[in-house]
């Protein structure tokens, strides 16, 4: 049997989804996509054109009708992708704390979700793809035959962003960054529409205590059980 063709990796923010997702697309050949560039898109489109982000049905309107692009990286600069919204290049302005502060109410909304989640099944359903994000296993890719759910806690997440903007030369707080996350955190696994949850297939993994590397061999160690 062939590797798994869909792999739908979940958890909150900071978990490691990205920095897994990334690594095991690379090495099986497979499309890196990380659904969470969407909600950002429309959160940043909101703002761009001055549309209050509590306004529910402006911001539906706007999901419904922007233009979003996910496509190999255009430049070299350590980004894992490049992201166009209506054909402007916005790929690190998406990290900007405002948009941080604002996308998890936008994608609280019922009608977001259904917009954006039509095109994640369309990009899904093409196959040898690694799709990232709240709701892959549960709601976008419910058929991929791997799910992973990464979990750690929220103290240890805080500190990865933490030592990620450090790293990255720019200013940190680790006790504005922790609180920032459990109110995203809590906003992303109350709402009514897909929250943030483990699908009842999926295999959690706690990665608070390991490295990169140990994660990824607990993550080949289930595709190829999958593949015997
Ligand atoms: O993974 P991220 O931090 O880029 O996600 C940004 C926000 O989008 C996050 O608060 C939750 C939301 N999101 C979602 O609801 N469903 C997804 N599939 C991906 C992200």
Redesign the pocket.
Known sequence: MPYPDMIAI?GP?AAG??TIGELLAKELGYLYF???????AVTWAALQQGIDTADEERVTALAEQVHIEVIQPTVADGRQYTVYVDGQDVTWD?RRPEI?QH??P???YPGV?AA?TIQ?RRIGQRGKIVM?????GTV?LPEAPLKIYLDATVEERARRRHLENLRRGQKSSYEEILRAMRR?DK??SE?DV?P?RPAADAVVIDTTHLSIAQVMELVWKLIRERDS
């Open positions: 979940d923010a989804k990205s990380d659904t969470g560039v969407m909600y950002r998406l941080d996308v998890s936008v994608s609280a979700r954006l994640q990232v994000g709240r709701d892959i976008v995203r906003i992303d709402r897909a943030l």
